[in-house]
């Protein structure tokens, strides 16, 4: 909803609106509407192969050539980094790093600097999610982790939770033979979104409590559905699903209703996320010939914005998190 001033002109009034209103004079920029882009939003972070392996970039959500020179890479290592999210207040970014010999988590703050390990497992953990509401420089995080994987359940991937008191001692949240991955924490409860293939062949949306317990199947069609993504006010979830016969993005309430589509693409689209304003979501498109790149549009899918281009034929820009700005 846009801000407007509306003036009554009249021959006195004119004047005592110049004298107590001087912060009107011409040149004074109004806020953006929510709607509009990039609105009152923070940067994009996100991972990109550009050179050459797989690490961890931010940039000014816009499509301005200031915006695209904004480009800062954050990670710099011979291996991988993926999976980046912002905390609630901006301030940190967890990502998944495969450095030490197996995938772990890492913190860092919004400028790249400060990078902390979090997890020390000799599994692999990945996926990472903040709670809300922590300013800490351990926060607790949810995280998908391979470490119950055996000969006889060679998909057991769990979801785990690792609060800042707990001394490195990780609480399982998931309990199930099947894919339990991709957490999500609502901003606004003690609610965490999953995706796991634990009702059969396909990917379904479920919700928990926070420490593991009330689980709830969100999504039941026979398509696989996943990358859930809550809205800032927590009352939406974002996901990707490939119901119509090609991955697109869809947005529904929290109790699994009122499902729509966002994007209609020949392309793939996944891994969504909300922007701060909740009036768009970010994503990544896929064209088929091997490259990606990073996408926005509004709820109702219109307005596209493309945020990346390449460098290259074949660069892939990806996992796309849209930075809360306090």
């Not at 033979?177 to 062949?201: M, N, V, Y």
């Not at 090609?246 to 909300?274: H, K, R």
């Not at 304003?277 to 498109?285: H, I, L, M």
């Amino acid at each position: 909803m846009s801000l407007r001033l509306r003036l009554r002109y009249r021959t006195a009034g004119v004047l005592t609106f110049i004298v107590l209103a001087p912060w009107s004079a011409p040149g004074a920029s109004a806020a953006p509407p929510p709607d509009a882009f990039p609105g009152s939003n923070g940067r994009i972070v996100f991972v990109s192969d550009r050179d050459g392996n797989d690490e961890i970039y931010t940039m000014n959500a816009g499509t301005t050539p200031a915006d695209r020179a904004s480009l800062r890479r954050l990670t710099n290592n011979s291996v991988p980094d993926r999976d980046p999210v912002f905390s609630s207040d901006g301030s940190k970014i967890a990502f998944a790093s495969l450095r030490d010999d197996n995938w772990d988590v890492y913190t860092m703050n919004a400028d790249g600097t400060d990078e902390t390990r979090i997890t020390t497992d000799a599994s692999g953990e990945f996926q990472p999610t903040f709670a809300p509401g922590f300013t800490r420089p351990r926060q607790t995080i949810a995280f998908t982790s391979t470490r119950d994987v055996s000969g006889t359940h060679p998909f057991n991937y769990e979801v785990y939770r690792l609060d800042p008191e707990s001394a490195g001692l990780a609480m399982q949240l998931t309990f199930d033979p099947e894919l339990d991955t991709e957490p999500a924490w609502s901003p606004t409860a003690c609610q965490i979104a999953f995706s796991s293939k634990r009702a059969g062949g396909n990917r379904d949306i479920y919700v928990m409590g926070c420490s593991g317990l009330d689980t709830r199947r969100l999504t039941t069609k026979p398509s696989n559905d996943s990358w859930p993504a809550f809205s800032p006010d927590g009352r939406k979830i974002a996901f990707q699903s490939n119901r119509g016969g090609n991955t697109d993005i869809y947005v529904m309430n929290t109790d699994g209703t009122g499902v729509t589509q966002v994007t209609n693409d020949v392309s793939e689209d996944w891994q969504p996320a909300f922007s701060p304003d909740g009036a768009w979501v970010v994503y990544t498109s896929w064209n088929g010939l091997g490259n990606a790149d990073i996408y926005a549009r509004k709820l109702d899918g219109t307005a596209e914005q493309r945020l990346t281009s390449g460098p290259g034929g074949s660069t892939r820009n990806t996992q796309p998190d849209w930075q809360p700005v306090p």
